[in-house]
């Protein structure tokens, strides 16, 4: 079992994955359950086969850190956290139906005074967060820790996992109160749709999520919603950014967030970075990461784009080779800058930024094209194809 062996900050620039069964499930949390569910859900790394036993320090849970509230409340989230099961129901392709429930908590636990919360999710719920192949939504770590209502939380994550595929759904609202474990609560539609509907409205306007939603009844009685999700107010969407394709394709393939990029591509732009000062970074960090110096490697290389922490190493690094000795031609030719990339490599990894929409072109004839259009050519070397770009 791995452990973390100190406390651990996570990047808030980060994006987390849950499998869509995960996002229906049934299941109920306060605001400090759901924080510190997002805290795990943050320390969860590309490739990992197991749960990691994770130091979490309060103050990225709770904004009250001392004092005999923080321990009360913090033990409140614990024992609570610790006893929650989550209920998912599934359809095999005969159309049985079947009910899984698993507790989410392998051990939650907190030491007063310690300042951190010691905590490991369950093996049995892996297959809703680990290695996920299809049918599964992504969300960005600091749209979730502005959110101050579970239900907006919940709402949100909801209609991510539509939005792939339309800008409207129904549902209804026992199916609603059910997966947010609030069934047999607001029976009056009324009290529903202000505690529930409008609180989550008002909070997601400012995230990629913003709704409108419409009432849909059956005679008298409102028993279903419509989901409008209002696109102008989102987030940009992949082909709204102003970035070479595969640049931007490299990015997202590392995890750098759609918000993200934007930023990248308007520093870009404005003549405040160069591409090449973003390749340095990638290629500087990615070493740190094979290392072991680097948890967040998306994070990083944000921060040191959009910061430019490396900026002075870099600017140091190219005049080096702008005023370096005179060599001869063949020399010359041989130190030129170079960019080789194996053309299964590239089709491999488009093939699983398509499953996780966020591949840059609608199908892999199309974004190799872009590359080509790019100066890229392909070349066969030792019986094996790759893309070239002097």
């Given at each position: ?68 509230k923080a321990y ?18 599934t359809v095999d ?127 008298r009685s409102v ?168």
């Amino acid at each position: 079992m791995k452990q973390q062996k100190k406390p651990t900050i996570v990047e808030s620039d980060i994006t987390v994955a849950q499998h869509n069964e995960l996002v229906k499930a049934r299941f109920n949390m306060s605001l400090m359950e759901t924080r510190l569910f997002i805290a795990l859900l943050g320390r969860i790394n590309k490739g990992d086969t197991d749960f990691s036993l994770c130091r979490i320090p309060i103050s990225e849970v709770s904004s009250n850190v001392d004092g005999g509230k923080a321990y009360q409340d913090v033990k409140e989230a614990v024992i609570k956290l610790s006893s929650k099961v989550i209920t998912v129901e599934t359809v095999d392709q005969h159309g049985k139906r079947e009910i899984i429930s698993d507790p989410l908590m392998a051990t939650c636990r907190y030491k007063d005074g310690s300042g951190f919360i010691v905590a490991q999710l369950n093996s049995f719920v892996k297959p809703y967060l680990l290695q996920l192949k299809g049918n599964f939504t992504v969300a960005e770590i600091k749209v979730l820790l502005q959110l101050r209502s579970y239900y907006s939380y919940r709402i949100y994550w909801l209609l991510k996992s539509f939005s792939y595929n339309s800008n409207t759904f129904s549902i209804k609202i026992e199916d609603l109160k059910t997966m947010m474990g609030i069934e047999g609560q607001y029976p009056n539609f009324y009290d529903f749709k202000k505690w529930v509907l409008l609180v989550s409205q008002r909070e997601l306007t400012q995230t990629d999520m913003a709704f409108s939603f419409n009432e849909i009844k059956e005679g008298r009685s409102v028993k279903q919603v419509e989901f409008i999700i209002n696109r102008q107010l989102s987030l940009p969407m992949e082909e709204e950014l102003n970035l070479p394709n595969h640049l931007q394709s490299l990015l997202s393939e590392i995890g750098v967030s759609l918000n993200s990029m934007q930023e990248i591509s308007e520093m870009l732009n404005s003549g405040k970075i160069d591409q090449d000062y973003i390749y340095f970074v990638i290629k500087e960090l990615k070493d740190k990461k094979s290392k072991g110096s680097i948890k967040s490697l998306s994070g990083a290389i944000y921060s040191a784009i959009t910061k430019q922490h490396l900026m002075e190493v870099y600017l140091s690094e190219k005049s080096q080779k702008i005023y370096k000795q005179p060599v001869t031609a063949k020399k010359k030719e041989e130190s030129k800058s170079v960019v080789k990339l194996k053309l299964k490599d590239q089709e491999e990894g488009f093939a699983a930024m398509l499953k996780r929409k966020v591949a840059p072109a609608k199908d892999f004839t199309t974004y190799l094209a872009s590359l080509m259009a790019e100066g890229f050519r392909i070349e066969l070397i030792n019986g094996e194809e790759y893309l070239i770009k002097d």
